[in-house]
């Protein structure tokens, strides 16, 4: 059974740092593209950073490319996504979500979802 988890969430001033992590089970890792999402009260998934399965390539959304870093760890079936200068914008539930050798950016492309965690920005 394929899970994924996602931890690291919590309250953080606007300005601060947070860093995300998500961890896989069930499934060949190294041949899964991961990505991470956001979605706000009221608002869909928003697509926030993604790494390809080798870890090679990386691709940001406009709104988080200067600030957050997405890494993976194929020996350990990790992927974190490292944030700065949080903005209170910044918000939301965020989601890594896992598809098979692929470079996309549309939630609905990715077969396997983590229950998400939270993150607030306080002003």
């Known amino acids: 059974q394929v899970q994924l988890a996602e931890s690291g969430g919590g309250l953080v001033q606007s300005g601060g740092s947070l860093r995300l992590s998500c961890v896989a089970f069930?499934?060949?890792?190294?041949?899964?593209?991961i990505a991470w999402f956001r979605q706000a009260p009221g608002k869909e998934h928003e697509f926030v950073a993604v790494i390809t399965w080798t870890g090679a390539t990386t691709y940001y959304g406009d709104t988080v490319k200067v600030r957050f870093t997405i890494s993976k760890d194929n020996n350990k079936n990790t992927v974190d996504l490292q944030k700065h200068s949080l903005e209170p914008e910044g918000s939301a539930i965020y989601f890594c979500?896992?598809?098979?050798?692929?470079?996309?950016?549309?939630?609905?492309?990715?077969?396997?979802w983590g229950q998400g965690t939270q993150v607030t920005v306080s002003s």
């Open positions: 069930g499934l060949p890792f190294s041949s899964y593209t």
């Open positions: 979500a896992a598809a098979f050798k692929s470079l996309k950016v549309r939630p609905q492309e990715y077969s396997y």
